[in-house]
T-cell receptor, first 114, second 111 residues
Framework: DTAVSQTPKYLVTQMGNDKSIKCEQN?????MYWYKQDSKKFLKIMFS???????INETVPNRFSPKSPDKAHLNLHINSLELGDSAVYFC?????????????FGPGTRLTVL | KQEVTQIPAALSVPEGENLVLNCSFT??????LQWFRQDPGKGLTSLLL?????REQTSGRLNASLDKSSGRSTLYIAASQPGDSATYLC??????????FGKGTSLLVTP
């Protein structure tokens, strides 16, 4: 009965490959997010979707493309992976973006690009 | 642009001590402030959520306060235990946006 789940948990791949990370939440929330935690452990927002609509798109390379097939799922596809993409990617969800509602995080996906 | 600062960056205390973690933010126009715990190699666990209209929240041995006008929050941990060792993250949600995180305080509680 995990609230926010991500797959895979670990992802090791070569430079130049394309990979996807999947996220699902069973909390009935309307808003989902992708955050990136870099090697210095700093967490930054990348994208946010509200009811399948992109509402936040930070300064992220075009190689990153989020997709939300429904409000319970938010996937992240990364093209032409680079060494600098190595990080932990966290998915989160909340009831209303920026509202007084709590954000719940998934366990993270540790991406290593060789 | 919202900047969130956490002091200290690292803290080591003996078991049983009460301790305070500090968080400051530059823009007081926030909707809420959330404290998280992150264990090494793990995800984020939400500890406390304080809405902008509230002054504090309590959960067990944890108490978080919020002074929006001065841009400050504190997380008070009473009677610390070795199991409290983790990184504690403060994050604020500005209107219509996602969370802005501080860089965290790494806490070590020694037996």
């Amino acid at each position: 009965d995990t609230a926010v789940s991500q797959t895979p948990k670990y992802l090791v791949t070569q430079m130049g490959n394309d990979k996807s990370i999947k996220c699902e939440q069973n909390l009935g929330h309307d808003t989902m997010y992708w955050y990136k935690q870099d090697s210095k452990k700093f967490l930054k927002i990348m994208f946010s979707y509200n009811n399948k609509e992109l509402i936040i798109n930070e300064t992220v390379p075009n190689r990153f493309s989020p997709k939300s097939p429904d409000k319970a799922h938010l996937n992240l596809h990364i093209n032409s992976l680079e060494l600098g993409d190595s990080a932990v990617y966290f998915c989160a969800s909340s009831q209303v973006v920026g509202g007084p509602n709590e954000q719940f995080f998934g366990p993270g996906t540790r991406l290593t690009v060789l | 642009k919202q900047e969130v600062t956490q002091i200290p960056a690292a803290l080591s205390v003996p078991e049983g001590e009460n301790l305070v973690l500090n968080c400051s933010f530059t823009d007081s126009a926030i909707y809420n402030l959330q404290w998280f715990r992150q264990d090494p190699g793990k995800g984020l666990t939400s500890l406390l959520l304080i809405q902008s209209s509230q002054r504090e929240q309590t959960s067990g041995r944890l108490n978080a306060s919020l002074d929006k006008s001065s841009g400050r929050s504190t997380l008070y941990i009473a009677a610390s235990q070795p199991g409290d060792s983790a990184t504690y993250l403060c994050a604020v949600a500005p209107p219509g946006y996602a969370l802005n995180f501080g860089k965290g305080t790494s806490l070590l509680v020694t037996p």
